[in-house]
């Protein structure tokens, strides 16, 4: 079966744009989790759902980061008024149950760059 | 604060090597590790580990947790160049969703 997508795969953006980039989950995990990588640095943890809620957003760096989903399923990732600093690889992935008992798929990852 | 820390941070070695990856973890309330292997894009999964000593093997990889020293090890024997990665460790706390914290990542090079 397909695994997890997102798009774009890059997007270079200029400095106070606002960007949306796209999760789709594998069909029928409820769980869905946003993660960064900037150059050099591990997986930073951004935000998770649970079907279409979001319990933590403890990860998200300022309040220019949002996140939603729908139909429990499709999730995007909204920067608005982008800074250099955001420049990184965005990367989704989805699990099952959410619950850390079970490996979490991820998508490719999105590529973004803020010139 | 939560922190996962790996080393070496880089590794170089030539094939038919056997490499060992080495994974701390200070996590309140720790569940479980996972190993991922990152070579362009999607980190793969290799492992997940809940108990201590319990070792894990696929092919020639291997890991074991040890709870009581709060640390995890991957090891690659007779390496490929194939194996060439960045190797990801990442402790899961209780009741936080699942969410994972990863450590810096080890980047391994395999010369033939």
């Known amino acids: 079966g397909a695994g997890v997508s997102q798009s774009p795969s890059n997007k270079v953006t200029e400095k106070g744009k606002d960007v949306e980039l796209r999760c789709d989950p594998i069909s029928g995990h409820t769980a869905l989790y946003w993660y960064r990588q900037s150059l050099g640095q591990g997986l930073e943890f951004l935000i998770y759902?649970?079907?279409?809620?979001?319990?933590?957003k403890s990860g998200l760096p300022s309040d220019r980061f949002s996140a939603e989903r729908t139909g429990g399923s499709v999730s995007t990732l909204t920067i608005q008024r982008t800074q250099q600093e955001d420049s990184a690889v965005y990367l989704c992935?989805?699990?099952?149950?959410?619950?850390?008992?079970?490996?979490?798929?991820f998508g490719p990852g999105t590529r973004l760059t803020v010139t | 604060e939560d922190k996962v820390v790996q080393s070496p941070l880089s590794l170089v070695v030539h094939e038919g090597d056997t490499v060992t990856l080495n994974c701390s973890y200070e996590v309140t309330n720790f569940r479980s590790l996972l190993w991922y292997k990152q070579e362009k894009k999607a980190p793969t999964f290799l492992f997940m580990l809940t108990s201590s000593g319990i070792e894990k093997k696929s092919g020639r990889l291997s890991s074991i947790l040890d709870k009581k020293e709060l640390f995890s090890i991957l090891n690659i024997t007779a390496t490929q160049t194939g194996d060439s990665a960045v190797y990801l460790c990442a402790a899961v706390p209780y009741n936080q969703g699942g969410k994972l914290i990863f450590g810096q990542g080890t980047e391994l090079s395999v010369k033939p």
């Open positions: 992935a989805s699990s099952w149950t959410g619950q850390g008992v079970d490996e979490q798929y």
């Open positions: 759902f649970q079907g279409n809620s979001a319990p933590d």
